[in-house]
Nanobody, 123 residues
Framework: QVLLVESGGGLVQAGGSLRLSCAAS????????MGWFRQAPGKEREFVAR????????YYTDSVKGRFTISRDNAKNTLYLRMNSLKPEDTAVYFC????????????????WGQGTQVTVSS
């Protein structure tokens, strides 16, 4: 069992920045590949970014490339998502998730989920 707790969400103006954190506890954090997903009102949950267990490989959805950066600190059992140049369309609840799958893609390949943190970007 892995417990994931997100923090760092909030209200920000367009063009601003936020850094989300995801604190992990339970099983060994460094055993898991990690991802960020988001869900806007009335929409399905969508993939945002992922990072492998050691932090050497990252992957982003096209809409956030060049603006968002995923990273992890295995010594602190924490996953991060730095979000710059935020746009109103980035407004969503953001979730972190842990996966034992190599290069996990869809949400179904993630085993553990946090409760989410709200990000609201005003225009």
């Amino acid at each position: 069992q892995v417990l994931l707790v997100e923090s760092g969400g909030g209200l920000v103006q367009a063009g601003g920045s936020l850094r989300l954190s995801c604190a992990a506890s339970g099983r060994t954090f460094s055993n898991y590949n990690m991802g960020w997903f988001r869900q806007a009102p009335g929409k399905e949950r969508e993939f945002v970014a992922r990072i492998n267990w050691i932090g050497s490989t990252t992957y982003y959805t096209d809409s956030v490339k060049g603006r968002f950066t995923i990273s992890r600190d295995n010594a602190k059992n924490t996953l991060y998502l730095r979000m710059n140049s935020l746009k109103p369309e980035d407004t969503a609840v953001y979730f972190c998730a842990a996966s034992m799958t190599y290069n996990p893609g869809s949400a179904s390949e993630y085993n553990y989920w946090g409760q989410g943190t709200q990000v609201t970007v005003s225009s």
